[in-house]
């Protein structure tokens, strides 16, 4: 079989109109990995240019980052699956390098942002994520400093996690449900370069706000 047909890690890419972004993070799959692009209702031609790279393609009807996140996982047969922002902000191939932690005994590694160029990490996005990072912190002990714009454990492992938000809190709901099982979760530093195209989350003050209250909802229960 080729490294395709039997991957070592899914990479696992929520996608929302991202057909700027794509070509370039298609072209960054490391060998041996498998990139699975869930598509959450793309009208811009994402699917049609995730497909000509190569990319497994999931249809996601349910809304929701969260849900793009569980059907790609559920779709996902490698041992190890990563989630990874689809926006060319994160370099997909750091997803190895997170995958050598896990072999060395963690069993999650979160990834922290590292902004690189002008315009990387908009100041809104940046202040919630320090709080939102505080407030994880403080609620498992965890040395974490990001919420994780990349995330990489063993398949298995999470689907028992169970998480169940299908909206924005699905990192810190990963995040939580880890530290409550007792998994061993380490940072690792990843570059984070501005966005291609238009952004429909962080680089929007709405966006923000709405993904710090789903956050902040997860972290209330």
């Known amino acids: 079989m080729s ?9 696992v890419l929520p996608c929302l109109d991202e057909a700027e972004a794509l070509p370039w993070v298609l072209s960054r799959i490391p060998e041996g990995a498998r990139a699975i692009v869930v598509d959450n209702g793309s009208v811009d031609g994402s699917v049609a240019i995730a497909r000509a790279g190569g990319a497994l393609v999931v249809e996601c009807p349910q809304r929701g980052y969260g849900a793009a996140c569980h059907a790609g996982l559920l779709a996902a047969t490698a041992e190890y699956v ?13 997803a190895l390098d997170f995958v050598s932690v896990l072999r060395g005994g963690a ?40 919420v994780g714009p990349l ?29 409550e099982a007792g998994w061993r979760v380490a ?35």
């Open 82 to 94: 990563a989630v990874c922002d689809c926006d060319a902000t994160i370099d997909p191939a750091a």
């Open 151 to 179: 995330r990489v454990a063993r398949r298995a492992d999470l689907l028992a996690l169970g998480v169940a938000d299908r909206r924005c809190g699905y990192p810190v709901e990963t995040v939580l449900r880890a530290a």
């Open 107 to 146: 069993d999650l590694v979160v990834g922290r942002r590292l902004p690189v160029g002008r315009g990387a990490f908009p100041l809104p996005a940046r202040v919630a994520n320090l709080e939102l990072a505080r407030r994880v912190r403080r609620r498992t002990g965890l040395a974490l400093h990001d």
């Open 187 to 221: 940072a690792a530093g990843v570059e984070y370069t501005p966005r291609a195209g238009r952004s429909k989350v962080t680089g929007t003050l709405r966006g923000t706000v709405q993904a710090v209250r789903d956050m902040s909802a997860v972290l209330a229960t």
């Open 3 to 11: 490294a395709i047909d039997a991957p070592i890690l899914d990479i």
